[in-house]
């Protein structure tokens, strides 16, 4: 089997409508955003482990790279954003409404969002959510930033150069 290359980051700025932010598959994201080195897949949400994180930029901030779909898939999720690209919406659907949310949920964390609108469009980056409104089987993620540095590769430092909270 031939070992995988994984390519040198290529990105130390994500900005909100940059042709720089877009990407062709979720495994690009973190090689060439962040330098993580992963292989062929990439689950929605990286890292995968509950209590892990990638770096922080001030103390007590904790971030994840969340890739959703914008268009339906089997993962009885809907997701959906907002016209001006402020919030998004994650909808539990089917089976996920008996189990829609953990307890524990870290509402903390920020995520660096790259949405991916169809299943023929690249992902694009979103933005950096946190976590906003909670109903029964719907969470609202308001966005605080909509540019962000990220520093080595691997990534060792994130900051929002547009910081909105």
């Known amino acids: 089997m031939a070992k995988l290359e994984i390519l040198p980051k290529r990105v130390d ?3 909100v409508n940059s ?12 090689n060439e955003a962040f330098g993580v ?23 007590g901030d904790r971030y994840i790279i969340w890739m959703p779909k914008l268009y339906g898939n089997s993962s009885e999720w809907k997701n959906v954003v907002s ?14 409404t008996e189990d829609w949310i953990d307890e524990n ?8 969002v790259f949405v ?3 299943a ?9 959510f946190k976590s906003g409104k909670m109903e029964f089987c719907k969470h609202t993620y308001c966005r605080i930033a909509s540019k962000v540095k990220i520093i080595g590769n691997p990534v060792s430092k994130i900051e929002l150069m547009d910081d909105n909270r």
Do not use: C, M
Request: hydrophobic content about 35%; glycine content about 6%; proline content about 7%.
């Open 116 to 118: 991916k609108d169809s």
């Open 83 to 96: 016209e001006d690209g402020t919030e998004i919406y994650e909808v539990a659907e089917g089976s996920r």
């Open 37 to 59: 080195g992963r292989g062929i897949f990439a689950k929605a949400v990286y890292p995968d482990k509950k209590d892990s994180a990638i770096p922080r930029t001030k103390p």
């Open 120 to 128: 023929k469009s690249p992902y694009r980056f979103a933005g950096v």
């Open 19 to 30: 042709p720089e932010s877009v990407f062709r598959i979720n495994i690009d994201i973190l």
């Open 105 to 112: 949920t870290d509402l903390d964390v920020l995520r660096l």
């Open 13 to 15: 700025v994500l900005e």
